[in-house]
């Protein structure tokens, strides 16, 4: 994993998210907003982690540690992101 934000698509809806590519999850999928939310009310943070990653590093971004906008903005603002920097802001 190289820790980029990348464009992905959810693996529960398959709506179009932004997040940080999980080894356990197909290349290019990931979880979107409103998939975390629905998942919380099934399954354990355990259960989430296994199967999805880690909240705020790998999913459900609050905003771009790079250009500071909430929510997915422009990929192209991602190219220098670095996994440990990510990690160190969690």
Known sequence: MNGKIRRL???VCGGV???RQFHN???GYGLCA???E???SRMTQ???ERIYGIEKL???LDACSDCGESGPCAPSCHTNTDYET???HR
């Open 34 to 36: 409103d998939s975390t």
């Open 38 to 40: 629905w998942l919380k």
């Open 25 to 27: 999850q197909d290349t």
């Open 58 to 60: 790998h999913f459900n």
């Open 86 to 88: 990510l990690t160190n």
């Open 9 to 11: 698509y959810c693996a």
């Open 17 to 19: 998210t932004y997040g």
């Open 46 to 48: 355990d259960e989430m």
